[in-house]
């Protein structure tokens, strides 16, 4: 069974960090690029950061950029993002994914963990 398992969401105030983690099983993640999109309340989903599978190529949007990093560990199966200098606008659930690519294009997505930024 696929999983995509995401943790360490919470309320931070605004200038705090967070940092998300999402633990997979159940497919080969070395293969597959990673990324992290956020849904706000009332908003469609907004991709913000992706790492790509055995190189430590990034891409981040521009919103994040320079305050958030992505990261990888395929031994232990996880990819990490690291929030800092968090805006109330940061607000959101985060979801982990997870694209196979070429041939199969198999995608995979976490449950989500809510992120809140408020004084």
């Known amino acids: 069974e696929v999983q995509l398992v995401e943790s360490g969401g919470g309320m931070v105030q605004p200038g705090g960090s967070l940092r998300l983690s999402c633990a997979a099983s159940g497919f080969t993640f070395s293969t597959y690029d990673m990324s992290w999109v956020r849904r706000a309340p009332g908003k469609g989903p907004e991709w913000i950061a992706s790492?790509?599978?055995?190189?430590?190529?990034?891409w981040y949007a521009e919103s994040v950029t320079g305050r958030f990093t992505i990261s990888r560990d395929n031994a232990k199966k996880t990819v990490n993002l690291q929030m800092h200098d968090l805006k109330p606008e940061d607000t959101a659930v985060y979801y982990c994914h997870a694209d196979g690519g070429a041939p199969t294009w198999d995608e995979y997505w976490g449950q989500g963990t809510q992120v809140t930024v408020s004084s």
């Open positions: 790492i790509a599978t055995g190189s430590p190529a990034t």
